[in-house]
């Protein structure tokens, strides 16, 4: 039998390092601190805005606590559009680019990406990465995509452009950051 105290030690240095993990996820870089400050002073999409082919790219900034980030771009059904993506935003203490994570993510413990995997289905976009952008048109939920495994585009209906970062509805609170996406009409 081992004594009291031995299991009092091993109880004191689980606290402990679960209280430095804690502490590590919650600690915020002056990088993301500017990121937070870059979404939140942002002024509302401004005008609508229509593409000409072979006009300048619009950049419009994505950011990863909105459910919705409206872009102010009109896209038309049938046109062809170019968008990419650039940047890092977080999903909690977890970097990611616009091409988002798998849940098997190895900066995840396995029990974490067991609950990642549990959760797929819940994503506001199933089938694209945790943390993809994902653009569609008007909110509607037909029309998403996943922006890097569709570079060029073409809308099945008119409307406004929009984006998010593919979470659970639920979690938007603990995202930062964001990503910087490139629209171009071709043709």
């Not at 689980?14 to 870089?29: F, G, H, N, Y």
């Not at 909105?66 to 038309?76: G, R, S, T």
């Not at 506001?124 to 996943?146: I, K």
């Amino acid at each position: 039998m081992e004594p009291m105290g031995g299991a009092r030690m091993r109880i004191g240095r689980t606290v402990r390092v679960a209280a430095v993990v804690l502490a590590a996820c919650l600690v915020i870089s002056p990088a993301v601190a500017a990121d937070v400050a870059e979404c939140e002073n942002r002024p509302p999409a401004g005008p609508l805005r229509t593409l000409a082919p072979g006009s300048a790219p619009v950049k419009v900034i994505v950011c990863a606590q909105q459910k919705w980030n409206d872009a102010a771009i009109a896209v038309e059904s049938g046109q062809v559009y170019r968008l990419s993506a650039s940047g890092e935003w977080y999903d909690a203490a977890i970097p990611s680019g616009p091409d988002g994570y798998p849940s098997e993510n190895p900066r995840l413990a396995r029990w974490q990406q067991v609950l990642f995997q549990l959760a797929e289905p819940s994503r506001r976009a199933p089938d694209a990465n945790w943390f993809a952008l994902v653009c569609g048109v008007s909110e509607t939920e037909t029309s998403w995509f996943a922006v890097t495994r569709t570079p060029e585009w073409t809308p099945s209906m008119n409307g406004t452009l929009g984006c998010f970062a593919n979470d659970l509805t639920v979690k938007y609170s603990n995202n930062r950051g964001f990503v910087t996406l490139t629209v171009e009409r071709l043709r």
